[in-house]
């Protein structure tokens, strides 16, 4: 069974500072992974999604993360934090057996201070 | 066109009460999601849809949790006889194509709280 775990459920940075956020996920299969992002009294938004091509995932708002098979790691990083940033963030990865049946991380709280 | 929107954004019941809660996918979509989501945890799978049938209703908790898509369209998730434990966020989501790394779009959920 497939399965995400989150490293850290709250991670607090200074703006203008990197940022990463740990998750390591569990399957028997070639996995499908995301990261969302939700932000307070908003939907939860895609960030990125890995699929099998390249291991280093560009998504939106500058974020990034690297597909590590030997590692069953998927972490989610950006060079410099901003304000705006402070969300949730949830690692999910896709339930192989052809439709797109998501499991959720338990969530990251990012903090972002001045 | 629009996002996926959930009705109604708010719902206060009290315990025993019967509740609905809707959901209207992005047009076209044809795979629609019911997850939960209990305070400081991630959303959990409920029952998924394609078209008019749920092909998916393991995430169910029990038999008080129904889910309908009668026009392969808008979604209704029914709670009889609601308990304390029932109050989350209920998300709905849909996406182009049941396929695994197809995103899904969610909408702003429904708060349920049971009283």
């Known amino acids: 069974a497939q399965s995400v775990t989150q490293l850290d459920s709250h991670v607090s940075v200074s703006e203008g500072t990197p940022v990463l956020l740990r998750c390591n996920y569990s399957?028997?299969?070639?996995?499908?992974l995301f990261w969302y992002v939700q932000h307070p009294n908003k939907g939860l938004q895609l960030l990125l999604k890995y699929t099998s091509a390249a291991t280093l995932v560009k998504g939106i708002n500058g974020f990034e993360a690297e597909f590590k098979k030997s590692e069953t790691s998927f972490h989610l990083t950006k060079p410099s934090a901003h304000m705006s940033d402070a969300a949730e963030y949830f690692c999910v990865v896709s339930v192989a057996g052809g439709y797109n049946k998501l499991i959720f991380g338990a969530g990251t709280r990012l903090a972002v201070h001045p | 066109g629009a996002g996926v929107s959930q009705t109604p954004s708010n719902k206060v019941t009290e315990k025993g009460k019967y509740v609905e809660l809707r959901c209207d996918p992005i047009s076209g979509h044809t795979a629609l999601y019911w997850y939960r989501q209990s305070l400081g945890q991630g959303p959990e799978f409920l029952i998924y849809?394609?078209?008019?049938?749920?092909?998916?209703d393991s995430g169910l908790p029990n038999d008080r949790f129904f889910a309908v898509r009668p026009e392969g369209s808008v979604s209704t998730l029914k709670i009889q006889r609601t308990e304390r434990g029932d109050s989350a966020v209920y998300l709905c989501a849909s996406s182009l194509s049941p396929v695994s790394n197809t995103e899904a779009f969610f909408g702003q959920g429904t708060r349920l709280t049971v009283v």
């Open positions: 849809f394609q078209g008019t049938g749920a092909a998916d």
């Open positions: 399957s028997s299969y070639s996995p499908s």
